[in-house]
């Protein structure tokens, strides 16, 4: 049984394409993450939900949006894909608030690349 | 200056070695957590300390919240330690600040 779940795990798109990630954790945790993980393995934070309420948005272009249909699933959809985007895509979850003393557990990743 | 600096960047061990990885980090934060990058990509949470030290196996993790520095131990060291590990910190209610990651190999 997988805690955090993404699909799919490879995406290969073209530019100027939509595409959703999708995100579902079965721990029960009340807050979930989106990270991005660029072509020099650097993590940085893009969207956290608690209790399907958007919390943290980084400064990510608007093309990305977040959804959360319930507190155990939250999904990223990309409008207008570019190159840049390509990265490695990581789904996390944690209990409670994200006042950042809170284990996360992390899914496998989406690896993303737009031709 | 990223806010989070991990040292050394790579580091190489023979099996059978101790391996100290070194985190520094510039601003007041409530916990630091240490992280693993398996080779496949997968991560794992190691570690989330705001004072002291733990243990879990063959790792610890210390911190000194005075000179805002952590370090994480691994004894006897073997090949299947090799992975990414990542320092990260966090300040009250916001995100997750991440090092760059120290990539660590084990060899046999």
């Known amino acids: 049984d997988t805690a955090v779940s993404q699909t799919p795990k490879y995406l290969v798109t073209q530019m100027g394409n939509d595409k959703s990630i999708k995100c579902e954790q079965n721990?029960?945790?009340?807050?979930m993450y989106w990270y991005k993980q660029d072509s020099k393995k650097f993590l940085k934070i893009m969207f956290s939900?608690?209790?399907?309420?958007?919390?943290i948005n980084e400064t990510v272009p608007n093309r990305f949006s977040p959804k959360s249909p319930d507190k155990a699933h939250l999904n990223l959809h990309i409008n207008s894909l570019e190159l840049g985007d390509s990265a490695v895509y990581f789904c996390?979850?944690?209990?409670?608030?994200?006042?950042?003393?809170?284990?996360?557990?992390f899914g496998p990743g989406t690896r993303l690349l737009v031709l | 200056k990223n806010e989070v600096e991990q040292s050394p960047q790579n580091l190489t061990a023979q099996e059978g070695e101790f391996i100290t990885i070194n985190c520094s980090y510039s601003?007041?934060?409530?916990?630091l957590h240490w992280l693993q990058q398996h080779p496949g990509g997968g991560i794992v949470s190691l570690f989330m300390?705001?004072?002291g030290k733990k243990k879990h196996g063959r790792l610890i993790a210390t911190i000194n919240i005075q000179e805002k520095h952590s370090s994480l131990h691994i004894t006897a060291s073997h090949p299947r330690d090799s992975a990414v590990y990542i320092c990260?910190?966090?300040?009250?209610?916001?995100?997750?600040?991440f090092g760059k990651g120290t990539k660590l190999t084990v060899n046999p």
């Open positions: 601003v007041g934060i409530s916990a």
């Open positions: 996390a979850s944690s209990q409670d608030h994200p006042r950042g003393q809170e284990t996360q557990y």
């Open positions: 721990l029960g945790h009340d807050t």
């Open positions: 300390l705001s004072s």
């Open positions: 939900y608690n209790n399907k309420e958007l919390i």
């Open positions: 990260a910190v966090s300040r009250g209610s916001e995100k997750l600040v």
